[in-house]
C-alpha cells in the first residue's frame, strides 16, 4: 500500500522561510505561593501567615538561525530577557499584623542548539543542549 511521508518541519525543498531572523517575546508571570494560609510557633507567639503571589513582567528577545545542513541540530538561537517577580505575604499575631512584600528583577542569556524530529504531520519532538546564565540585579525586601 502506498504510505505517505511525514511532513518535515523545517523542509529542505522548496524552502520558503528566512533561514535567520529575529523573535521577541513578551509576557507576564504569577508567582505561585505555597503553602497557602499556615502557622508557625516562635516561642509563645502563633503567628498567622497569608501568602499570596503579584503579577510580574517578562520580556525576551533574540536571534535564531536554521541549520541547513547540519544533521544532528537544525537549528540554534540565542538571546537575553529581562525578568520581574513580585509577591506578598500577610502576617497577623497577638500584638499587631502587617505585610512583607519582594520584588526581584533579573537579566537572563541563553544559548541553544535544537534538534527536531517529525512523529507525524502534526506533531514532533524537539531536543535541546544549551546554556543559561541568569544574574539577579535588583532584589527588594520590604516589611
Known amino acids: 500500500l502506498y504510505r505517505q511521508k511525514v511532513g518535515e518541519v523545517f523542509p529542505e525543498n522548496d524552502i520558503q522561510y528566512k533561514l535567520t531572523g529575529w523573535y521577541w517575546a513578551p509576557g507576564i508571570n504569577y508567582t505561585l505561593s505555597l ?62 499584623s502587617g505585610t512583607g512584600k519582594f520584588s526581584d528583577h533579573f537579566l537572563l542569556a541563553h544559548f541553544n542548539l535544537n534538534n527536531v524530529i517529525n512523529v507525524s504531520d502534526n506533531s514532533y ?3 535541546t543542549i544549551g546554556i543559561n546564565a541568569d544574574y539577579a540585579i535588583i532584589s527588594n525586601y520590604f516589611c
Open 35 to 96: 503553602p497557602p494560609t499556615h502557622t508557625k510557633s516562635f516561642a509563645d507567639t502563633l503567628v498567622n501567615f497569608n501568602p499570596s503571589g503579584k503579577i510580574g513582567f517578562y520580556l525576551e528577545g533574540g536571534r535564531y538561525r536554521i541549520l541547513q545542513y547540519s544533521y544532528l541540530f537544525k537549528y540554534l538561537d540565542y538571546g537575553l530577557a529581562y525578568k520581574w517577580l513580585r509577591g506578598q505575604e500577610k502576617y497577623s499575631y497577638s500584638a499587631g
Open 125 to 127: 519532538l524537539q531536543n
